[in-house]
């Protein structure tokens, strides 16, 4: 709920930050007459003003101090506000320049908005008093000052004050600069007793001057706590609308939200606001629908109940609806629909399936049985359960037979490992060394490093040391610290990991040994060390090219999207950074260091409620803020370590204006001029265009909900275009210069 218009000639304002690329502006009846809008507009704001805690801002107040009658806006002002004249009153003189003011500090005011200011007309006077009303008198609210000395002060003058809200002093002995725009604000909202606001520039002490002020801006809250529907679901649901030509009157804005207004046949699960809505139950009987059974359903993941009944759909019964693992009823009685009912539909567990007055429909044997227990043959239904039962005897027998054997090869653990399958597409996955893994003692740890003569590094786990296996494989043994209080458990769960994950981009496990307090993994050695490193210099040698970033980011990027994707349950690293990334001789990369990983162990979770982990700089703020942690936490991570690869900036530097990586990016994007975020040492030698779309990919992976970021398997997509598209270019090739637009959607927050 934004606001409710009740005239018919009103201006409405809100600053909104959008979750996703779309928006959705709904004008709803809320009595006898039609809802109507003459226009809308869209002002794209930089990220760095306004800044609250959170919410959206609705516009209370905006003004100027002048004793002209006319409003300043576009194209004086570049943002298109309305700055509506404030008459000074008796008590206040007005001061004026013809000289330039300086407005360049992102809120940009217009000059004839900061040429004028007010003053107490007495000199000796010590406040300057500017009071308001709210309604409703409970609300919070946000206040922008604007201030510029506007006077050439003597050496002996000095203007300073205090800025008080309801007697709190928010900022104190401040004075203007001549001819220099500054904007105070606070980043809490306020909130008054009945409503009842005043705000008091008081002098201090030591000022000969009375306070000014040139302009004011007042919003209050508005908390859109509700989250918009899932991007995915959103596009299904249009998906099948557009397949079907649905023209429902309702079906228009957010599937979802508000509850009050959801689409007509449809149930979602909202009752946590702080996960997107998502569509449970889609209800198209008798609607008319022709053609056959809409493959975009399948993309509804969470869909629980669908009911296609009373339409005229031919073709078969599509197998993609026992693949939906959330659905449990489906109705299509009532259709023509034709073929062979999928084998897989009807035996899948716990499902009502109604398929009544479809004659042209059949099981592989005799008429089809409907699982709600109407229609069919007697001898069909009872067929079906028995070989149903003997099919369970035999596959818990085997069950029960891989269960022992896998216990048997994994001592360190108490339950059968989760599987991760091998990828489909072609990449090999198979681990640089074929050597078995296996458990090593503590004494044939001691003789493979001979007696740990040679550290190659030392981490939070422990000390790393240079060795090799039968006087032949090179490799890198992780002893563990006795001071690392979370050791033991992360050195059990990265080698329950790394025994049942094989993939050419996630560092191989020769073996482990667990003797009493000893305790080592022993991994494949990478001779080049970690991406940091190299990114840092700490390694000396020579620059990494562009081309060998984007090589580096494309096989990081597939090895979790293997973690993603192929492991069953689904695998998240949860502590990508640049420390993590190894390169061997060949600099062929490979992600390390698993000790933090977790899994999803209840089947169709998208998420899973645990004590955040992670390295600071690198942590999902939204897996910070829930303690939800998903596949998307990875990838703000890499989105992380994307920019360290484009810019060669420290993640976090207190030195830089925005001290966080994202929010320095973020901020230089506004200029628009890609060599000023691009490592220096490159010196020019890239495509441009890759950068730009690795730049706009990695701060989409940043973005501040996860549900809008995008998958691995986008990402590597993306990625593989970039390097495609680096390789082809040959040679070096001077930068180009390009100047882009950057929408809202693409900056780490707007906050």
Known sequence: ??????????????????????????????????????????????????????????????????????????????????WRPLSPNKEWALLTTNLQVNTSNGYDLPQRVMAKAVTPVNASTTTLEIPWTLKPPTSLFYVYLHFAELQTLQANETRE????????????????????????????PKQCDGGKCLLQLVKTSRSTLPPLINAI???????????????????????????????????????????KFLWDGLNCNNSDVLMPPTITSLNLSSSGL???????????????ELDLSNNNLTGGVPEFLADMKSLLVINLRGNNLSGIVPQKLLEKKMLKLNIEGNPKLHCTVGLCVNKDGEGGKQKNSITIPIVASVAAVVALIVALVIFYVIRKKAPLNDEAPSSCMLPTDGRSSEPTIMTKNKKFTYSEVITM??????????????????????????????????????????????????LRVHHKNLVGLVGYCEEGDKLALIYEYMANG?????????????????????????????????????????????????????????????????????????????????????????LDPEYYRTNWL??????????????????????????????????WVGAMLTKGDIKSITDPNLH????????????ELAMSCLNPASVTRPTMSQVVVELKECLASESSRGGESPSREVIMTFGTEVNPTAR
């Open 1 to 82: 709920m934004w606001i409710t218009v009740n005239t018919n000639d009103t201006h409405e304002e809100i600053l909104h930050v959008s979750r996703s690329n779309s928006l959705q502006v709904c004008l709803v009846k809320t009595g006898t007459s039609i809802p109507f809008i003459n226009t809308l507009e869209l002002r794209p704001l930089v990220d760095d003003i306004y800044p609250t805690e959170s919410s959206s801002l609705n516009y209370y107040f905006r003004a100027y101090f002048s004793d002209s009658s006319r409003n300043v806006e576009y194209p004086d002002d570049v943002y298109d506000r309305i």
């Open 161 to 188: 004050f205090d800025v008080t809200m309801n007697g709190n002093v928010t900022h104190a002995s401040y004075s203007p600069k001549f001819l220099k725009m500054q904007t105070a604000f606070s980043r809490a």
């Open 217 to 259: 801006e007042i919003f209050t809250v508005i908390d859109f706590s509700q989250l918009e529907t899932h991007e995915d679901e959103v596009v299904a649901i249009k998906n099948i609308q557009s397949t079907y030509g649905l023209s429902r009157i309702n079906w228009q804005g957010d599937p979802c939200v508000p509850k």
């Open 290 to 304: 022709t053609g056959i059974i809409a493959l975009t359903i399948q993309n509804l993941t969470k869909l629980q």
């Open 449 to 498: 490093t001979n007696n740990f003569q040679k550290i190659l590094g030392k981490g939070g786990f422990g000390t790393v040391y240079y060795g090799s296996v039968n006087s032949k494989t090179q490799v890198a043994v992780k002893m563990l610290s006795h001071s690392s209080s979370q050791g033991y458990k992360q050195f059990k769960a990265e080698v329950e990991l790394l």
């Open 530 to 618: 970690d991406l940091d490193g190299h990114m840092s210099g700490k390694r000396g040698g020579a620059i990494l090219n562009w081309g060998t970033r984007l090589k580096i980011a494309v096989e990081s990027a597939q090895g979790l999207e293997y973690l993603h994707n192929y492991c069953e349950p689904v695998m998240v690293h949860r502590d990508v950074k640049t420390t993590n990334i190894l390169l061997n001789e060949d600099f062929d990369t490979k992600l390390a260091d698993f000790g933090l990983s977790r899994s999803f162990p209840i089947e169709g979770e998208t998420h899973v409620s645990t004590v955040v982990a992670g390295t600071i700089g690198y």
């Open 630 to 663: 998903t596949e998307k936490s990875d990838v703000y991570s890499f989105g992380i370590v994307l920019l360290v690869l484009i810019t060669n900036q420290p993640v976090i530097e207190q030195n830089r204006q925005k001290s966080h990586i994202a929010e």
């Open 684 to 695: 020019g030698d890239y495509d441009t265009s890759t950068v730009w779309k690795a730049v």
